[in-house]
T-cell receptor, first 114, second 113 residues
Framework: GQQLNQSPQSMFIQEGEDVSMNCTSS?????WLWYKQDPGEGPVLLIA?????ELTSNGRLTAQFGITRKDSFLNISASIPSDVGIYFC??????????????FGKGTHLIIQP | GAVVSQHPSWVICKSGTSVKIECRSL??????MFWYRQFPKQSLMLMAT?????????EQGVEKDKFLINHASLTLSTLTVTSAHPEDSSFYIC?????????FGPGTRLTVT
């Protein structure tokens, strides 16, 4: 089946620093989604990307859908303590990320030191 | 954003018993819902796709007779873990589909003793 390679696996950063994480795939996805999951809770959608090359922002978060449709990155600027959590990329083969069950990356665990 | 609830949020059961988990979309109708399983420190893995009024579609390796899915209405899907065993202990998360996105429930922690 399809697999997503997400990196880094974990990040230890200082408050105020910028963060960058990415996902790559061996196959094409038509939708890329980025989620944040806090312990014991379900994932919360951060950003959805539907077109190759698309660059989308949500506050301090920016994500891009790679031109090849096989990769995506998420940047967080000026990190704050509440950014702590696990970030997952997810891909869908359908245009419109709701149509199919999603394939998830293994997650990036973000830890912020005050 | 869309709201999806799950009940119960956690459950402990004895080996051999069955457990039912409910997933509800509270402010929208969802013809399709998805069930995922997440083991500790791992990613979410899709188990099955639940379609209102029809049979669920299961991912390879997921036993349909063990994980019974019923999508009886446009706002409710249920997952029943039958004859549960300790290896079924996991975090079960549902999502409800809207045209462009999926919204996830808060998850149900199942512990089988």
């Amino acid at each position: 089946g399809q697999q997503l390679n997400q990196s880094p696996q974990s990040m230890f950063i200082q408050e105020g620093e910028d963060v960058s994480m990415n996902c790559t795939s061996s196959s094409i996805f038509n939708t890329w989604l980025w989620y944040k999951q806090d312990p014991g809770e379900g994932p919360v959608l951060l950003i959805a990307l539907y077109k190759a090359g698309e660059l989308t922002s949500n506050g301090r978060l920016t994500a891009q859908f790679g031109i090849t449709r096989k990769d995506s990155f998420l940047n967080i600027s000026a990190s704050i303590p509440s950014d702590v959590g696990i970030y997952f990329c997810a891909g869908s083969s359908n245009s419109g990320g709701g149509a199919d069950g999603l394939t998830f990356g293994k997650g990036t665990h973000l830890i912020i030191q005050p | 954003g869309a709201v999806v609830s799950q009940h119960p949020s956690w459950v402990i059961c004895k080996s051999g018993t069955s457990v039912k988990i409910e997933c509800r979309s509270l402010d929208f109708q969802a013809t399709t819902m998805f069930w995922y399983r997440q083991f500790p420190k791992q990613s979410l893995m899709l188990m099955a796709t639940s379609n209102e009024g029809s049979k669920a579609t299961y991912e390879q390796g997921v036993e349909k007779d063990k994980f019974l899915i019923n999508h009886a209405s446009l706002t409710l899907s249920t997952l029943t873990v039958t004859s549960a065993h300790p290896e079924d202990s996991s975090f079960y998360i549902c999502s409800a589909r809207r045209p462009l996105e999926q919204y996830f429930g808060p998850g149900t922690r199942l512990t089988v003793t």
